[in-house]
């Protein structure tokens, strides 16, 4: 995969990248096949300049094969980044820091086969949505990893804590 598209800050470094896989094409490539199937159908039965039509159908699939193959996603120590587009280009950073929430999900199919959606919740901001992605879960929690999602210390010292609680119990007392 080309690194054209986003650029690195410093000593950011790439934790991950991957791409959805080719099996999310196949609902476009169906259709592209039906219309060729139709296409074909209609040069027998109707006329055979109609067969013309094929070509309708194999540019459908071919747009739904560049779309998958268009798409990539990177992740580095600072930021979340995806690329979409087969004739334009849209690029999305996300800096780990906006990271709010991380989730996956994988239906029937994707449990079996080892794919799924990775969802990344934004802060401020739409979603960003990693599809069809080989192993979600580890794609999850690299990214829950690197934004802090998964830290479940509290902070400060047990004085300072104490401390704290002492304070809101004198406010408390001066309420009442």
Known sequence: ????????????????????????ALPGIGFGAAVCAAAIAAAVVVDPRLIAGGVLGIGV????????????????TRAVWAKRGVVGLTVRRVTLEKVQNTAYNQSVSGSAFGYGTVTIEVAGGRDLRFRRVSDPKAVQRTVADRSGGTDDTVPGTTAQWRSLLRLVREIRSSVE
Do not use: F, I, K, N
Request: charged residues 30%; hydrophobic residues 40%; glycine residues 2%.
């Open 1 to 24: 995969m080309s690194d054209d598209w986003w650029y690195r800050r410093d000593s950011e470094r790439v934790v991950w990248r991957g791409r959805p896989r080719l099996s999310a």
């Open 61 to 76: 699939a071919a747009w739904a094969v560049l779309q998958v193959r268009r798409t990539s996603y990177v992740l580095t």
